[in-house]
């Protein structure tokens, strides 16, 4: 998330239209909370899931279509295909979604109809960097994002995560929704076809839970 806030503050100019992919609903629950407390001001948030009541989830989708300033849609993979967002500037996807189909499908919201437009994958240094070669072996290229630089330092990190707790600390509720969301990405990410790249056993389980601004992780 400070990798993604250091890519949202250098783009120019600043995307009008963004949507950001996690792998969960209760991820877009709770994270709607605590990354709003680390956007800039000319950011708006709009979440949309597959749990949301009809009526919230229409809502949602036509608030963040008719916005007329930079509004980020925070959502899964329910917006991956078959809605028709225009003019969608920036796809970041912080989790690879599960389906490496849908892949291909989450970039093309970006810069359709002969607008230009930027798709980013947030990828872990390590194992989950051979989904570059995955990629490339079934003909969907990515290359190496380097303008803007995006470069986080320890210390930047460890901002962002008293943030995020300085907002669980303030709630319950909020609380216990990352508790929720934790476990469910946990067991999104076990679930994921290309099982040789995104494994659990590899996962750093301190570093994870203050990524999150967990208070404690589940057991």
Not at 126 to 151: H, N, S
Not at 205 to 211: E, H, I, K, P, R
């Amino acid at each position: 998330f400070p990798a993604l806030l250091s890519l949202l503050s250098q783009l120019q100019p600043v995307p009008q239209k963004s949507i950001i992919y996690l792998s969960t609903c209760a991820a877009v629950d709770y994270f709607q909370h605590v990354f709003s407390a680390i956007l800039p001001s000319q950011f708006s948030l709009v979440p949309l899931h597959g749990k949301h009541p009809p009526n919230v989830r229409q809502k949602n989708f036509s608030r963040f279509i008719s916005a007329t300033s930079s509004t980020i849609l925070l959502t899964t993979d329910v917006a991956a295909r078959g809605l028709d967002v225009p003019q969608v500037d920036l796809v970041v996807q912080v989790d690879p979604p599960s389906d490496p189909k849908v892949f291909l499908h989450r970039c093309g919201r970006a810069g359709r109809a002969g607008r230009k437009g930027l798709s980013v994958i947030l990828l872990e240094p390590g194992r989950e960097e051979d989904y570059i070669a995955f990629l490339e072996i079934r003909k969907t290229p990515v290359t190496l994002l380097k303008i803007p630089p995006v470069t986080i330092t320890d210390v930047e990190a460890r901002v962002v995560t008293s943030k995020f707790r300085e907002v669980v600390l303030a709630d319950r509720a909020l609380y216990d929704k990352g508790q929720r969301a934790f476990v469910s990405w946990v067991q999104a990410y076990s679930k994921h076809q290309a099982s040789s790249i995104f494994r659990i056993e590899d996962l750093d389980w301190s570093d994870l839970g203050n990524a999150w601004g967990l208070i404690k992780l589940p057991k």
